[in-house]
């Protein structure tokens, strides 16, 4: 059963190195190789390393299923509190303790499977809960399939743990039902090595879904760089030439004077639009304090309110919660405006503006939904790529979006968008629990 031991431990290697600073990714790297060393159990006795094997095999049925149930504690995010994250760490942590203590390990080691079975088949099950629970309550239709996926990966191989390695014991203690749980790690091991290139389990995927968007968004802000740069040199060129033209050329030649105001109108046009772009992608260097989002969010609706009065557009507000966020209140103020801005445009003969504050499972959420004219489906993947935009006025570079994004991803947080044609858009901020201080309104 050496496959079993070698998938398992790739397998834990793999989100370790995908994600290190995870406390799911940990978890689920410490429950993987502690159900790996099953495969070596077989091997060591073969060879006679009779203690090695009897150590391997009691750290195998017991430590597992305290590292599936804190993994599923931890990916669940619904023990979302500090504190009672360490109490029930220490709390179930106590019948592998218990199990270390009363067995006997010589001459033979006598594990006693019917107690093992009582707080392991609990630890499984409630694990199992966790993962599913977690995916009803999650609202983020990405976050969503990623939890799916991953309940369908590791749910059916968990009940198989359980039912072939600690009932089965229980039942039949002299036969071997090892080989059953290899069929159900075959299939979750297929599983995750397909859904990780169209998917993602457990952050895999993560970097191959927001990579693209994140290096052009570097790419971008490093050649408006360079762009601002060479356009200042060469504009700073055309303004000197044209001050030496000046002086050389009458001021009854009025031809001229406004060709030449021309070349200088042109030019500060241009260096006002490079600033532009460049203020909007270059590096952001977020300043975090404790505000209040409500407050932020009631600012923004009233430095707007007198551009929705007066395009008719009906400005409503729920805020189920009033949480004091550890934010960056100059940028998330220019975010909440970018997003009601891009709602009021999208009314032209006025409409209504519904925005929500709301808690859920995973954190706090701001949604800003408009019954504008909605985007096509072929749009919406391409909403948050810089100069992208689906208005037509020459003002706007298709910054806005990209500059949401950006903010969100550097705030820890995300953001994302659905939307129906002739129905409306709504674009919804996410703000992980841990940026939502303790003890906030």
């Excluded at 570097?218 to 762009?227: D, I």
Aim: glycine fraction near 6%.
């Amino acid at each position: 059963m050496l496959y079993y031991f070698a998938i398992l431990l790739v397998s834990a290697l793999i989100l370790i190195v995908s994600n290190p600073r995870s406390e799911s990714n940990r978890w689920a790297a410490i429950f993987l190789v502690s159900a790996s060393l099953g495969g070596l159990i077989d091997e060591l006795r073969d060879a006679r390393y009779e203690g090695w094997a009897d150590a391997i095999q009691f750290v195998n049925l017991t430590v597992t299923p305290y590292a599936v149930v804190i993994f599923c504690m931890s990916y669940s995010d619904l023990v979302n509190q500090d504190k009672w994250k360490s109490w029930l760490k220490g709390l179930l942590l106590i019948p592998v303790a218990m199990m270390a203590v009363i067995t006997k390990f010589e001459p033979v080691m006598a594990i006693n499977y019917k107690l093992v079975l009582t707080w392991a088949a609990p630890y499984y099950l409630g694990g199992c809960c966790l993962l599913v629970v977690s995916l009803w309550m999650e609202n983020n239709h990405g976050r969503w399939r990623n939890r799916l996926v991953t309940t369908l990966i590791i749910v059916p191989t968990l009940l198989a743990a359980l039912l072939f390695i600690y009932v089965a014991k229980v039942i039949y203690p002299n036969f071997e039902f090892f080989e059953y749980v290899s069929y159900f790690l075959i299939y979750s091991f297929g599983m995750a090595v397909l859904c990780v290139f169209v998917y993602g389990v457990l952050g895999v995927r993560l970097r191959f879904e927001r990579d693209p968007l994140d290096n052009t968004m570097k790419s971008v802000s490093t050649g408006a760089r360079l762009l601002n740069h060479t356009l200042k040199n060469e504009i700073g060129k055309i303004a000197i030439s044209s001050e030496n033209l000046k002086r050389g050329i009458s001021t009854e030649d009025e031809l001229s004077q406004q060709h030449l105001r021309i070349i200088t109108d042109s030019s500060d046009h241009m260096l006002a639009m490079v600033e532009r772009i460049h203020s909007r992608m270059k590096d952001i260097v977020l300043k975090p304090e404790l505000c209040r989002l409500d407050l932020l969010v009631e600012q923004c609706l009233a430095h707007n309110q007198l551009r929705m009065d007066k395009d008719g557009i009906a400005v409503y507000k729920d805020f189920f919660v009033r949480p004091t966020l550890l934010c960056d209140p100059v940028h998330l103020k220019e975010v909440i405006d970018n997003l009601l801005l891009n709602a009021a445009e999208a009314m032209k003969e006025g409409g209504t503006i519904r925005v929500v504050l709301s808690e859920n499972g995973k954190g706090l959420a701001l949604s800003i939904e408009d019954t504008g004219a909605g985007i096509a489906d072929d749009v919406v993947a391409h909403v948050f790529e810089p100069f992208y935009s689906t208005k037509n006025n020459s003002g706007n570079f298709g910054l806005g979006l990209s500059y949401v994004y950006n903010v969100m991803r550097k705030s820890g947080g995300s953001v994302d968008i659905s939307s129906r044609v002739n129905e409306g858009t709504r674009f919804t901020l996410h703000f992980p629990r841990k940026k939502k201080e303790k003890g906030g309104i």
